[in-house]
């Protein structure tokens, strides 16, 4: 079974919204951390968002902050991102992770022990 699934990409004009969705099986979802990150051509993953499993903490990358909303609903196993206000920049496949036991780091990729196929978000000027 596939650990995560991303979904909700597209294309949107500049200053347009759209909200991506990530669905985990219950095992992943029970996971401590669950995170976005995105990753333009030539560019690093980047880190965007991400929500400890109670919902009570939410981390945000400095480039979305204000911008971009992470949320979860524990009873269908998905998280979300809510990205308003979008750039041009902000073009990227985006991905969903989750990390089972959340010791401090949930800026880095690599900490993270689950990811999704990606989805491309690509904002046009």
């Known amino acids: 079974q596939v650990p995560l699934v991303e979904s909700g990409g597209g294309l949107v004009q500049a200053w347009g919204s759209l909200r991506l969705s990530c669905t985990a099986s219950?095992?992943?979802?029970?996971?401590?951390?669950m995170g976005w990150f995105r990753q333009a051509p030539g560019k690093e993953r980047e880190f965007v968002a991400a929500?400890?499993?109670?919902?009570?903490?939410?981390y945000y990358g400095d480039s979305v902050k204000g911008r971009f909303t992470i949320s979860r609903d524990n009873a269908k196993n998905t998280v979300y991102l809510q990205m308003n206000s979008l750039k041009p920049e902000d073009t990227a496949v985006y991905y969903c992770?989750?990390?089972?036991?959340?010791?401090?780091?949930?800026?880095?990729?690599?900490?993270?022990?689950?990811w999704g196929q990606g989805t491309q978000v690509t904002v046009s000027s």
């Open positions: 219950a095992r992943t979802f029970s996971s401590d951390l």
């Open positions: 992770a989750a990390k089972r036991l959340y010791s401090g780091d949930y800026y880095t990729a690599g900490a993270y022990d689950y």
């Open positions: 929500t400890r499993r109670s919902g009570s903490r939410t």
